[in-house]
């Protein structure tokens, strides 16, 4: 038997790696950096875990969530690995046993919080540790909280750039679960990652079953349906605290036992509620997207969203914590146009508040909301678009994929009708009145239509398909493209299923 596979089984009682492992092992063994990006339960920490056993030395992994880092730490206890993590909540006498593993190199595994490496202490560890030939490898955990285009950005994150110089000739191993690639090129440079082996695995997951439809006024008929047909755990996402109470609320009178989990909760709820999803038999969870990552509960056979996710990344991280087990799981959204109108008014008002105490919104808060309405409008587009879920979703990963043939998309019958006629109707009037936003618009198109018609959705669909510019402030406001202003020309067939 080979080395990593004996190292393997005796640490971890496993026979086999997962497709990606035993490269980024090698090469971290063998000095170089990397970027892995393999998906949600593809098993990325065995990954910085196994070099550190193989050479019986140190490897400092940086983690964006305390909760994270925690229960990394306790099930690498369990197996009997010397692990330990560095945040605040930990205490001096922790810290000083911690201090003693390290100055007798009996540690294999240091999880530090990112702000750890603006003090002084962590940093000459560190550089003491590498001069010294100590430190096997340095993982950077949830990379894309680098990167301002991803779906969790972290400024803590963006002085990381700093471990290549504090650590020199030490490889660094950059871990995510999706990354576009122009995620992936920031990972790249902030990180100063050199000659890097890139390791992209497939963010496909073939026992996934996307759905997403309309949100009907009243969700529960839906969530109950959903619920009589899913097996083990349920992750439930909602959008506000308040919503997450509400619907708790409302599962529980119907004899479910829903739990709650949002950052408003005292910190010894939330453990409690973490607790509880992962050790009861079936649990129900609702909870806001604070909760969530690094949730390792194989069973998850529904994640159901109640809003519009805010990015088809973080939606495909989301929906990820389904079926880690390989066996079939459901994901759900139910959305509303009104999400994303709703989302833009939000944003807006942190920009105005922002503007109302520095008299001047910073270029970077006006970007920031542009791009989270831009990020929006990706996310409705899979949502509302024709194609394959699975396709739409990995496409916006980078990903070029065949349709799933298992989500809503694929089953159904998918009856197009040509919607050109109503398409000029409704570009006539934008022309008429240039910057109309979508509310007037379909207020004016019933006027003259008389119909109640599905005019909001149209012009969603004629944003996509690019006949329209649609404003990024969150306001929504429309004006014609020149191909808008070509269709009204020469119409040619727009073929949608309603
Ligand atoms: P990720 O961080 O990529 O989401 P984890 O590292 O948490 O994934 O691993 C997901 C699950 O897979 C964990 O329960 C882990 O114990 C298990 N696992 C990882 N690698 C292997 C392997 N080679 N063989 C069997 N199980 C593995
Ligand atoms: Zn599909």
Not at 21 to 30: F, G, N, T, Y
Not at 172 to 191: E, G, K, M, N, Y
């Amino acid at each position: 038997m080979d080395l990593l596979l004996e190292a393997l089984h005796r640490y971890y009682g496993w026979d086999s790696f997962r497709s990606g492992q035993r490269p980024v092992i090698e090469a971290l063994l063998s000095g170089r950096d990397c970027l892995a990006v393999l998906p949600t339960g593809g098993g990325k920490s065995l990954c910085f875990q196994l070099p550190a056993l193989v050479r019986q030395g140190l490897v400092v992994v940086i983690s964006p969530l305390v909760a994270l880092m925690d229960d990394q730490v306790l099930q690498l206890q369990r197996r009997g690995i010397a692990a330990a993590c560095l945040h605040r909540g930990i205490q001096p006498e922790q810290r000083r046993l911690i201090q003693t593993q390290l100055s007798a190199g009996s540690l294999r595994l240091l999880y530090l919080a990112p702000e750890r490496l603006q003090g002084e202490a962590a940093r000459d560890m560190l550089s003491a540790h590498a001069r010294e030939g100590r430190l096997v490898a340095l993982a950077v955990d949830e990379a894309h909280c680098i990167s301002a285009w991803g779906h969790d950005f972290r400024p803590d994150y963006r002085r990381l750039g700093q471990l290549r110089a504090l650590c020199p000739g030490v490889p660094l191993v950059a871990l995510s679960a999706t990354a576009a690639p122009r995620v992936r090129a920031d990972i790249l440079r902030l990180l100063g990652l050199c000659k890097p082996l890139i390791q992209v695995s497939s963010a496909q997951r073939s026992n996934l079953h996307y759905t997403m439809r309309r949100r009907p006024s009243d969700p529960l008929p839906d969530v109950l349906e959903a619920l009589k047909h899913s097996r083990g755990a349920t992750l439930i996402y909602a959008r506000t605290r308040r919503s997450v109470e509400l619907l708790a609320e409302r599962l529980q009178s119907q004899g479910i036992q829903a739990i709650t989990y949002h950052a408003g909760l005292e910190v010894e709820r939330r453990e409690e509620a973490l607790k509880h999803f992962l050790e009861a038999d079936a649990p129900v969870l609702v909870a806001t997207v604070a909760f969530g990552m690094g949730v390792d509960r194989p069973d998850v056979g529904l994640v159901l969203h109640l809003d519009l996710p805010a990015t088809p990344e973080g939606y495909l991280q989301e929906s990820g914590r389904a079926g880690r087990d390989g066996r079939p799981a459901h994901c759900l959204v139910l959305f509303s146009p009104g999400d994303r109108t709703s989302l833009g008014w939000a944003m807006q008002s942190t920009l105005r508040r922002a503007a109302e105490s520095k008299a001047k919104a910073s270029d970077d808060d006006v970007w920031r909301v542009e791009f989270s309405q831009q990020q929006l409008r990706r996310m409705e587009a899979v949502a509302e678009g024709e194609i394959c879920r699975e396709q739409a979703l990995l496409l916006s990963v980078g990903e070029l994929t065949s349709p799933c043939g298992r989500c809503d998309r694929c089953l159904a019958d998918g009856r197009a009708k040509d919607w050109s006629d109503r398409a000029q109707e409704l570009l006539e009037v934008i022309d008429a009145g240039q910057g109309v936003d979508i509310r007037s618009l379909t207020e004016r198109l019933r006027e003259i239509d008389g119909s109640e018609g599905s005019w909001g959705w149209l012009a969603r669909r004629l944003v996509q398909e690019e006949l329209i510019r649609e404003s990024n402030d969150g306001a929504q406001r429309l004006s014609l493209r020149d191909s808008g202003r070509q269709f009204l020309h020469a119409p040619w067939p727009l073929h949608y299923a309603a």
